[in-house]
């Protein structure tokens, strides 16, 4: 089973794995919390799948959260 997105093509969109992390784990809070999410479909189900493919899109970056 292949993870989506990828971590190669998250790393090319944030530069650290800490950071990956950290982003993604604060965007999946304020999911769980009921916050909107920016895409209209998602392949996850889940709030952490949820975010990193917002992240993989480009909707969310180090500089505006």
């Known amino acids: 089973m292949m993870l989506y997105p990828s971590l190669d093509r998250l790393l ?3 530069d650290s794995k ?3 992390v950290t982003l ?3 965007r999946a ?3 769980l919390n009921d ?3 920016m ?3 998602t392949k996850s ?3 952490i799948g949820q975010a ?3 992240i993989n899109e480009g909707l969310i970056t180090l500089g505006n959260r």
């Open 18 to 20: 800490y950071t990956l």
């Open 52 to 54: 990193l493919e917002e």
């Open 24 to 26: 993604s784990a604060k």
């Open 35 to 37: 916050d909107v999410p």
């Open 12 to 14: 090319e969109k944030i």
């Open 29 to 31: 809070r304020e999911l």
């Open 45 to 47: 189900d889940k709030y």
């Open 39 to 41: 895409l209209e479909k």
